[in-house]
């Protein structure tokens, strides 16, 4: 409850009459009904020009309608996709944002203090005279609902890319069935197949990575349920294919796969669940 936080200044909230103006608010809840009810809460504490950022995972339509909503109150909204999971606080906030240009342009210090910077990841060729705020984690995607539209079809790849290794994890360790004829059946080692494909193989990324430190810890992924959860957004990315008519064979397919993982499971659904918690900090826990 908001009211509640503004009453607690131990816990690092100031009332808004005690900050500068215009007050800038960034709320990081759960889609649906608890951001939408801070939001509210927010927008009837505040004044005209202040500026609320909803850093969640919110349905870019729902940021679209609201961006209206507040825009007539004179109120400030923006939407800022957020990707880095659990290693963003160490690693920095990959971020794509959606709203007003002066208002994003105001906003700028904060996004570039959170994001990760240039690194040591080599510079795009070609990009000498673009701007540079997408090379240091962060963009200005374009008004309202854009910033979430931008990572929800983020979190739709990321659903593919996971759903490939957790196939091609299931191949290998598979290789090993007695329905195989004798000759063909191959004891692989996940841990070392893991370690070397990261070591320049056309296949390494950072979702590797993260297997390959589960799969070290314990090949058999004991700690890990089969059931495989989903944010969402996952499914609202098939449905802005359906509306674009993209067709988007793979990432519907891997959507299609979490959900069958909620009534059987195999090696290949441990590995997705490794990886969200590699990621994420997302727990599931085994069946019993």
């Not at 940021?63 to 996709?81: E, F, N, Q």
């Not at 309202?144 to 996971?162: C, D, P, R, T, W």
Request: proline content about 4%; hydrophobic content about 35%.
């Amino acid at each position: 409850d908001v009211h509640n936080l503004l009453a607690q200044p131990s816990r690092g909230v100031l009332g808004f009459g005690k900050t500068q103006q215009p007050a800038i608010m960034w709320v990081m809840l759960p889609a649906g009904g608890p951001t939408e009810q801070t939001i509210a809460e927010l927008a009837d504490l505040g004044t005209r020009g202040d500026i609320i950022i909803d850093g969640g995972n919110t349905f870019y339509k729902d940021d679209v309608r609201r961006a209206k909503t507040l825009k007539a109150r004179g109120i400030h909204y923006v939407d800022v996709g957020t990707s880095g999971g659990v290693w963003g606080l160490e690693r920095g906030y990959c971020m794509m944002i959606g709203g007003e240009t002066e208002i994003v342009t105001h906003l700028d210090p904060i996004f570039s203090v959170l994001a990760p910077g240039m690194g040591e990841i080599p510079r795009t060729t070609g990009r000498k005279d673009r701007d540079d705020r997408a090379e240091r984690g962060y963009i200005h995607a374009g008004p309202a609902g854009s910033g979430h539209f931008v990572k929800m079809v983020h979190n739709g790849i990321e659903y593919g890319l996971m759903q490939a290794y957790a196939e091609g994890f299931d191949i290998l360790k598979g290789r090993n069935s007695p329905n195989l004829p004798e000759g063909e059946r191959f004891d692989l080692d996940l841990v070392d197949i893991s370690e070397v494909w990261r070591r320049g193989s056309v296949v390494t990324s950072w979702l590797l990575d993260l297997t390959a430190n589960a799969l070290a810890r314990d090949e058999k992924l004991g700690a890990f349920g089969t059931h495989v959860s989903d944010s969402g957004e996952g499914q609202w990315t098939v449905e802005a294919a359906m509306e674009e008519k993209v067709p988007a064979h793979v990432l519907t397919a891997s959507l299609y796969a979490r959900y069958r993982s909620r009534v059987e499971g195999t090696f290949g659904e441990k590995i997705l669940s490794a990886m969200r918690f590699g990621f994420g900090g997302h727990v599931e826990t085994p069946k019993k």
